[in-house]
């Protein structure tokens, strides 16, 4: 069992920056694949970033590429998410998720995902 916790959401101007944590509980964090995704109201959840159980490999939507940035630290327990030149479109509920396989084809899927996080909200104004 995973729980995750998501914090570093808030309000800021577009061009700004922001970054999220995700704290996990349980002694297996280390064996996940880490992903962020996020949901903007009226729309489906959507893939934001991910990153394998080591760290070595990352993956991005094409829409946050070269902005956003997921990294790890498993000694810490703890998924982050660094966003920078923020765009009000990137307003949303973002929420970060654990995946035992961690499979590359799949690590975009948010119905391929284990554990949840209760969400935090971002809100880039123009």
């Known amino acids: 069992q995973v729980q995750l916790v998501e914090s570093g959401g808030g309000l800021v101007q577009a061009g700004g920056s922001l970054r999220l944590s995700c704290a996990a509980s349980g002694r297996t964090f280390s064996s996940y694949a880490m992903g962020w995704f996020r949901q903007a109201p009226g729309k489906e959840r959507d893939f934001v970033a991910a990153i394998m159980w080591s760290g070595g490999s990352t993956y991005y939507s094409d829409s946050v590429k070269g902005r956003f940035t997921i990294s790890r630290d498993n000694a810490k327990n703890t998924v982050y998410l660094q966003m920078n030149s923020l765009k009000p479109e990137d307003t949303a509920v973002y929420y970060c998720?654990?995946?035992?396989?961690?499979?590359?084809?799949?690590?975009?899927?948010?119905?391929?995902?284990?554990?949840w996080g209760q969400g935090t909200q971002v809100t880039v104004s123009s």
């Open positions: 998720a654990a995946d035992k396989e961690g499979m590359a084809v799949t690590i975009t899927i948010p119905l391929l995902y284990d554990y």
